[in-house]
T-cell receptor, first 109, second 113 residues
């Protein structure tokens, strides 16, 4: 079965610094989405990537899908306290949906 | 406003007492699913439904039941809850199935004593 592995599990960065979160799939991805979750709350959809080499940006967050469609990265530029939370990657796997275990991001003022 | 609504948001109950967590969406989505989120294990799919009267098991279906009698509703039923079902539960829906972004509810925090 397909699995998504996220790294790092946890990240602490100084406000204003850049950071990257990775998501690696055991099989080819046919759609990879990124979500953000505030602690204990619902998931908010950020971006979806479908094509190899695709890159999307929203405000200071950029997500990329590699050419082989097995790895995605989420990059935050000039981090702010509002970026703190849990970031999850997810993907469809036939009719099911799988998620990585998430990356906890803490922003130090 | 497009939304997925779960009820209750919080529930503390005892082992063996049947309970139902409701989920309703107002976006006319075909695909609906339930997840549980546990520390260290992440978000895991319990059951999903491709459309009315079509449901199937996700990765962790044991101890749960679902039904899809109407397109908008997808209740999660715990016939005989046990402490290992204490978790944070999410319902989600999408228009295009599992390969489209999911719209999530706000979650239900369930504690089984």
């Amino acid at each position: 079965s397909q699995e998504l592995e996220q790294s790092p599990q946890s990240l602490i960065v100084q406000e204003g610094k850049n950071l990257t979160i990775n998501c690696t799939s055991s099989k080819t991805l046919y759609g990879l989405y990124w979500y953000k979750q505030k602690y204990g709350e619902g998931l908010i959809f950020l971006m979806m990537l479908q094509k190899g080499g695709e890159e999307k940006s929203h405000e200071k967050i950029t997500a990329k899908l590699d050419e082989k469609k097995q790895q995605s990265s989420l990059h935050i530029t000039a981090s702010q306290p509002s970026h703190a939370g849990i970031y999850l990657c997810g993907a469809g796997s036939y009719d099911k949906i799988i998620f990585g275990k998430g990356t906890r991001l803490h922003i130090l003022p | 406003e497009a939304q997925v609504t779960q009820n209750p948001r919080y529930l503390i109950t005892v082992t063996g007492k049947k309970l139902t967590v409701t989920c309703s969406q107002n976006m006319n989505h075909e695909y609906m699913s339930w997840y549980r989120q546990d520390p260290g294990l992440g978000l895991r799919q319990i059951y999903y439904s491709m459309n009315v009267e079509v449901t199937d098991k996700g990765d962790v279906p044991e101890g749960y039941k679902v039904s899809r009698k109407e397109k908008r509703n997808f209740p999660l039923i715990l016939e005989s809850p046990s402490p290992n079902q204490t978790s944070l539960y999410f319902c989600a829906s999408s228009f295009g199935g599992s390969y489209q972004p999911q719209h999530f509810g706000d979650g239900t925090r369930l504690s089984i004593l």
